[in-house]
């Protein structure tokens, strides 16, 4: 992945584009809703080890598809908006799992909180390890405690916040422009991170919608 923090390209079907070439917004909003609402309903009372498989996978195998485009609309405080970041993170880890590594164990040496133990990575993480540990907590979101599965990844990304801000002061005597875009992925990881807490604070009083 590179310095900037990037959605990966969409390409809509057409029918996709038919439904909602009008951009009405609360039409969107309703299907994002209702789409993310009935795929988690639908995968928690499932029995089938492979629907849960081929879920966790789908976003790593055939990419962001129509209704991650649909989702990454929503605000963080919704359903749609908090499963968008859940995918987007296990999306931008897969892609680059070893500059994830470098600045997920820069941050847990340099940060003096608890999220590394929250966030559950082995210490040292390797790449290979940090992608099962994505894949791990996006499981969890769909057959575990879904605030859980957020909290998780909040402090995952506030892991990799951490290191990438220290790693981007490393460079910034040297190479300002790379310690640019590692400050502007620190900024955006740590935004993610006060969307997917606050979007476990209201899956907890069932305000998660």
């Known amino acids: 992945m590179t310095d ?55 976003a790593t195998t055939h990419g962001i598809d129509d209704i991650a485009q649909l989702w990454s609309r929503m605000p963080a405080k919704s359903l749609p908006g908090a499963l968008w970041r859940l995918y987007l993170m296990q999306v931008s880890i897969h892609q680059d799992p070893q500059t994830a ?5 820069r941050g847990r040496n340099e940060l003096r909180t608890v999220d590394a133990v929250v966030a559950g990575a082995p210490a040292p993480a390797s790449p290979e390890e940090l992608v099962g540990l994505i894949d791990t907590i996006l499981r969890g979101a769909f057959t575990g405690d879904f605030a859980v599965a957020l909290d998780r990844t909040a402090s995952f990304c506030r892991v990799q916040a951490s290191g990438a801000t220290h790693i981007a002061d490393d460079y910034e005597p040297t190479e300002p422009e790379r310690a640019t875009g590692l400050t502007s992925r620190a900024n955006r990881l740590s935004a993610f991170a006060e969307d997917l807490t606050l979007a476990a604070r209201l899956w907890r009083r069932d305000d998660l919608v």
């Open 4 to 58: 900037e923090f990037r959605k990966p390209v969409f390409r809509p079907s057409d029918a996709f584009d038919r439904l909602f070439a009008s951009e009405d917004p609360a039409e969107v909003s309703r299907a994002a809703h209702a789409t993310a609402a009935t795929l988690l309903a639908r995968v928690r009372e499932s029995e089938d080890p492979e629907i849960v498989d081929r879920l966790i996978g789908f």
């Open 101 to 105: 590594s470098l600045l997920y164990e």
